[in-house]
C-alpha cells in the first residue's frame, strides 16, 4: 500500500471514529433527553397527585363549611324558638306576677275592710215584749216594723 492509499485509509478511520463519536455523542443525548423526560414525568405525576390531593382536601372543608353552616342555621332557628319561648314566658310571669299583686292589693282591701267594719246590730223591743234584732238595713222591712207594733210610713221609695 502507498502512503496516499495509507492516508485515505487513516482518513477514512478518522470519520468511522468520527462518525461513531457522533453516533455515541447523540445516543448520549437521547437518552439524557429520554431521563429527564422520565424525570418530568415523574414530576408531573407527583404534581398531579398533590394537586389532587389539594383539591380533596378543598372538597372536604367545603363539605365540612357546608354542614358546619346547616348546623349554625339550624342552632339560630332554635336560639329564636328558645329566646321567643323565654319572652313568652316572661310576659306570662309578669302577668302572673300583675294579677297576684293586684289580689294582693285586693285582699289587703278587704283584710282592712273587715278589721274596721263594725257590725252594728240594732234591737228593737215591742211593748209586748218582741224582739228585732236588724244588723243590716236590708232586714229593716216594713212588715217586720208593723209585727212589732210600730206605725210605719214610708216618705221616699
Known amino acids: 500500500m502507498d502512503l496516499v492509499s495509507l492516508e485515505k ?22 437518552e439524557k433527553a429520554r431521563l429527564e423526560a ?3 414525568d415523574e414530576e408531573k405525576k407527583a404534581r398531579e397527585q398533590e394537586a389532587q390531593y389539594a383539591k380533596n382536601q378543598v372538597e372536604e372543608l367545603r363539605k365540612t363549611l ?5 348546623r349554625t342555621v339550624e342552632m339560630q ?18 302577668s302572673a306576677i300583675k294579677r297576684a299583686d293586684e289580689m294582693t292589693a285586693k285582699a289587703q282591701v278587704a283584710q282592712h275592710n273587715a278589721d274596721t267594719k263594725e257590725e252594728i246590730i240594732l234591737t228593737f223591743k215591742s211593748k209586748e215584749g218582741k224582739l228585732l ?10 212588715e217586720k216594723l208593723r209585727e212589732l207594733g210600730f ?7
Open 151 to 157: 206605725d210605719v210610713e214610708i216618705l221616699k221609695r
Open 133 to 142: 234584732e236588724i244588723k243590716s238595713l236590708e232586714e229593716l222591712s216594713e
Open 77 to 94: 332557628c332554635q336560639l329564636q324558638e328558645a329566646q321567643e319561648r323565654e319572652r313568652n314566658a316572661l310576659d306570662q310571669l309578669n
Open 38 to 40: 422520565m424525570r418530568a
Open 9 to 30: 485509509l487513516l482518513s477514512l478511520h478518522n470519520c468511522n471514529d468520527l462518525i461513531n463519536n457522533e453516533e455515541i455523542a447523540r445516543r448520549e443525548k437521547a
Open 66 to 70: 357546608s354542614e358546619s353552616l346547616v
